[in-house]
């Protein structure tokens, strides 16, 4: 019984670039998904930002990274991070 209900309440993920990591234990992740458009068919890049939950504060602006859907930390935390796919070149 447990495991359909674990499959059934897989969390969502999402990967994206992060902008900002100046909050503590927070990061701003910008993620970009490519819709058609219904009626001209042209493709759309649509985007959000959302915050995610940092626990070591490893991430700096530019890198890719994998979030997944949490319980709500914070009033505009719901997301976590799961892994830093892609570290950004420092100059």
């Not at 990591?21 to 009626?39: A, F, I, Q, S, Y």
């Not at 976590?80 to 570290?87: C, G, N, P, Q």
């Amino acid at each position: 019984m447990s495991e359909t209900n674990s499959e059934a309440k897989r969390a969502r993920t999402a990967t994206g670039k992060v902008v900002s990591n100046k909050m503590d234990k927070t990061v701003t992740v910008l993620v970009e998904r490519r819709v058609k458009h219904p009626v001209y068919g042209k493709y759309l890049t649509k985007s959000s930002k959302l915050h995610a939950h940092d626990e070591s504060n490893e991430c700096m602006p530019g890198d890719s990274v994998t979030i997944k859907e949490v319980r709500p930390i914070s009033k505009m935390k719901t997301w976590a991070l799961v892994s830093v796919d892609e570290k950004a070149v420092q100059v």
